[in-house]
């Protein structure tokens, strides 16, 4: 019987362990920089903006049957040491939509291996590409030429 490769290594448990235990303090570590970094936006308006956009995509963010988003919910969510009130997925998600910055879903994507790309880290990634296929043609042209 064939053993199952892992997608993500880690060299040890306790690295994995570590990894995933760190995700939720620096998730909430950048929602609170993204909230500091936009003054004009207060917890109030953040609360009402995240109910707005789960009542428009008919999701519930918080939990048990709270229809909207609370500033008292948004604020444990924001807490460093409520460790009982962790942010959904979903309102990480949301919290991205309504403030334009999606900082605090690094973490959670670094877990895993992954990072964000921005428009310009695209381009560049693109543009990276078209040399390669460019380099790799003028060689293949010299193959056949030389084979003329």
Known sequence: MEKQVKL??????DEQVAK????????????N?????????????????LTEISHAAGLQLSTR????????????????????HPPPILAVVAFCMATGDISPLQPILQA???EIMS????????????????RSAKKR????EAQL
């Open 112 to 114: 895993v291996g992954c």
């Open 33 to 49: 920089r993204v909230m500091k970094d936009q003054p004009n936006l207060s917890r109030d308006q953040l609360a009402d903006e």
């Open 8 to 13: 993500f290594q880690y060299e040890t448990q």
């Open 141 to 144: 042209k010299k193959q056949l």
């Open 119 to 134: 428009e310009d880290d695209k381009k560049l990634r693109d543009y990276a590409q078209a040399v390669l296929s460019e």
């Open 65 to 84: 049957n709270a229809k909207s988003v609370s500033r008292a919910t948004l604020d444990k969510w924001l807490q460093p040491a409520a460790r009982e």
């Open 20 to 31: 995933l235990a760190g995700i939720l303090p620096q998730v909430r570590a950048n929602m």
